[in-house]
């Protein structure tokens, strides 16, 4: 009913709005004074001391949020991390064990190819850690531990404040992960929750100045038949989530590419025209790949590409090569995820009601895919 989209004109567009709020409420009671502590994890510090590695597992968005939480663990935990579709992971006998940790992620906890392969993961003694939105769903009952994020609920099929909300609660465990073994100290850890104590009101910032001229921009996109998105590091999972989107809500062919390797391949699309979205690394926190990035930036504009980039406020080394510039506000490597996505969500919602699309329920998906 119209009321239950609170004026929204669609579900998406009100839980697109509620993005700072699905972050700030999955941080809530889980951070004091800057010492994060996770209730639900109380008493459970031996499932994270006795292992050895780290497999998330999950499907569609979940899974590209595992992929960015997966920089997250390694780098706060020093465990090695393997992010695997769970669907792939079920059905070719893994090697796991009871030095095992498997993460899973669903927004829905019902997914059956999730359910399965954290049922799998049990019965070979690996310890499962359920990271899901719905109170009471099969996927944490079948776990050892559950980390929920507080979304709230999430009606349109395609999966937007869910996704945020995702790697939040990654980035809560990893800390408290790597505080339980050692690997973070407290001054970092407390650094670094801070750090996350301040995304909401930066995309709320990014609702603000951004999203209608991200609106207009997608209505004159209208037409356009292919997306490229290239993105390096954590924002190599958000062109993977910015290519998913478009393909869900505007039936628009889109793909994601690590910028990095543009030369083994993908530069070989690039045509007089075609609309590549460019998620750029921080110049202040990651130089590095910033310059490289800025280099890939400079490759597919001198082949005609329409660029559009994903850019910190005040980077002033994209502007002489990018058509349209999408301005986030600055934040720490790590943190750059969860800003960076929200154009993306917006341009695809975008350009799905630009072409009359039903951006709530898109052909052919279900929003918890209950069958293997
Ligand atoms: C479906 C939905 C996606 C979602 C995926 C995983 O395919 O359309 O939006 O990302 O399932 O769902 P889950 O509930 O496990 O997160």
């Known amino acids: 009913a119209a009321a239950d989209k609170g004026g929204w004109p669609s579900f998406m567009a009100k839980e697109v709005s509620e993005e700072p709020e699905a972050v700030a409420n999955t941080l809530r009671g889980r951070i004091h004074d800057g010492v994060i502590r996770i209730p ?46 769970a669907h792939e992971f079920r059905y ?20 059956m190819d999730t359910l399965m392969a954290v049922k799998y993961a049990r019965e070979q003694g ?30 349109a099929v395609a999966s937007t404040k869910a996704f945020v909300a995702q790697i939040t609660a990654l980035y809560l465990l990893a800390l408290h992960v790597g505080r339980v ?28 100045t951004e999203q209608s001229r991200i609106e207009q921009f997608a209505h004159w996109m209208a037409d356009t038949r292919s ?34 390797e543009l030369k083994h391949g993908p530069i070989a699309l690039i045509e007089p025209g075609q609309p590549v979205f460019v998620i750029v690394p921080s110049p202040r926190e990651s130089a590095l790949l910033h310059a490289k990035v800025v280099s890939n ?3 597919i504009r001198a082949r005609g590409a329409r660029v559009i980039v994903v850019a910190e406020e005040g980077d002033a080394a994209v502007l002489p090569f990018a058509d349209e510039v999408l ?6 490597p790590m943190f750059e995820p969860l800003l960076a996505v929200v154009p993306l969500h917006i341009f695809a919602m975008g350009l799905s009601t630009a072409k009359g699309l039903d951006v709530d329920q898109p052909r052919n998906l279900a929003k918890s895919v209950t069958v293997e």
């Open 40 to 85: 639900e994890l109380d008493g459970l510090d031996e499932l994270f001391l006795g292992i050895d590695r780290v497999i998330v597992i999950a499907c569609g968005t979940a899974a590209y949020a595992g992929m960015v939480g997966k920089y997250a663990l390694e780098q706060w935990t020093r465990l090695p991390v393997d992010v695997e579709l």
């Open 92 to 111: 070719r006998d893994p090697v796991i064990g009871a030095s095992t940790l498997v993460v899973s992620i669903s927004q829905s906890g019902e997914t």
């Open 126 to 155: 690996a310890k499962t850690v359920s990271i899901c939105n719905t109170q009471g769903a099969t996927i944490p009952r079948e776990s050892d531990a559950i980390v929920y994020t507080h979304a709230g609920p999430e009606v």
């Open 181 to 208: 073994r050692g690997t973070v100290s407290a001054a970092t850890a407390e650094e670094l929750a801070r750090e996350l104590e301040s995304v909401p009101a930066k995309i709320s910032r990014i609702l603000e």
């Open 227 to 260: 997306v490229l998105f290239l993105g390096r590091h954590v924002g190599y999972p958000i062109a993977l989530e910015g290519a998913l989107k478009l393909k869900e809500l505007a039936y628009i062919h889109a793909e994601g590419f690590a910028a990095g």
């Open 297 to 299: 930036i400079q490759e």
């Open 327 to 332: 301005r986030i506000p600055l934040a720490g």
